[in-house]
T-cell receptor
C-alpha cells in the first residue's frame, strides 16, 4: 500500500542547531512531495514542494528538502533553528495513481530550546 | 488574499445530533477536500470533490457524507454524531494541476459529548 512515514513524532533541538525531519514514502513511482507547516492555532501552509527537476528544493524560512529516489526519502532540513520554527511539520505525497488525493504523514512536532 | 473559510472555529454537539460543517473558498478551485486531524495520526482524508455535485470517498468516509451544490462551497455532514468523531476538521481546496498545493482553512474543533 502507498504510504508516508515520518520518523519521530517529536523532535527537540537547541536554537542555532541543525533541524532534520525525516520523511519516507512507499511507492515504486516517484510521487509529488510536499512539506506543510502548522504553527500553533493556525492552519497548514506550504513550506516547499518537489515535482520534477532539481532534487534539492528550497522553501520558505530557510528550510530545504532533498528528494532521494534510491532511498524513497524527502527529508526536511534547516541549518540553524530559530525559536519561531517551533511548529508541527507534515510530509505529504500525491501518488501518481492517486489523482488529486494528498496523503499526509503523522506529523513531527518540532520543539526549539533557548 | 486567497481564502478558505470554515464557518465555525469551535463546535460542541451532543451524541446523535446531525452536524453540518461548512467550507467556502474564493479561488474558483475545482477540487475541495475534508480532512480530520488527530494527534499522532496526522491528517486523514474523509471525502473530496473534483467538481460540483461530484464526490469521492477518502480513506475514512464512514459516518460522514458531503454536499457540493456550488463550486465555492463544500459541506461535511455527520448524520448522527458520535464521540469518536470529536476531532479537528480541516477543509482544503486546490486547482486543477496535480502538483498544486492545498490551501487550508483554519479548522473546526468539534467536540461531541
Amino acid at each position: 500500500a502507498q504510504s508516508v512515514t515520518q520518523l519521530g513524532s517529536h523532535v527537540s533541538v537547541s536554537e542555532g542547531a541543525l533541524v532534520l525531519l525525516r520523511c519516507n514514502y512507499s511507492s515504486s513511482v516517484p510521487p509529488y512531495l510536499f512539506w506543510y507547516v502548522q504553527y500553533p492555532n493556525q492552519g497548514l501552509q506550504l513550506l516547499l514542494k518537489y515535482t520534477t527537476g532539481a532534487t534539492l528544493v528550497k522553501g520558505i524560512n530557510g528550510f530545504e528538502a532533498e528528494f532521494k529516489k534510491s532511498e524513497t526519502s524527502f527529508h526536511l532540513t534547516k541549518p540553524s533553528a530559530h525559536m519561531s520554527d517551533a511548529a508541527e511539520y507534515f510530509c505529504a505525497v500525491i501518488f501518481d495513481t492517486g489523482g488529486f488525493k494528498t496523503i499526509f504523514g503523522a506529523g513531527t512536532r518540532l520543539f526549539v530550546k533557548a | 488574499d486567497v481564502k478558505v473559510t470554515q464557518s465555525s472555529r469551535y463546535l460542541v454537539k451532543r451524541t446523535g445530533e446531525k452536524v453540518f460543517l461548512e467550507c467556502v473558498q474564493d479561488m474558483d478551485h475545482e477540487n475541495m477536500f475534508w480532512y480530520r486531524q488527530d494527534p499522532g495520526l496526522g491528517l486523514r482524508l474523509i471525502y473530496f470533490s473534483y467538481d460540483v455535485k461530484m464526490k469521492e470517498k477518502g480513506d475514512i468516509p464512514e459516518g460522514y457524507s458531503v454536499s457540493r451544490e456550488k463550486k465555492e462551497r463544500f459541506s461535511l455532514i455527520l448524520e448522527s454524531a458520535s464521540t469518536n468523531q470529536t476531532s479537528m476538521y480541516l477543509c482544503a481546496s486546490k486547482g486543477q494541476a496535480t502538483n498544486e498545493k492545498l490551501f487550508f482553512g483554519s479548522g473546526t474543533q468539534l467536540s461531541v459529548l
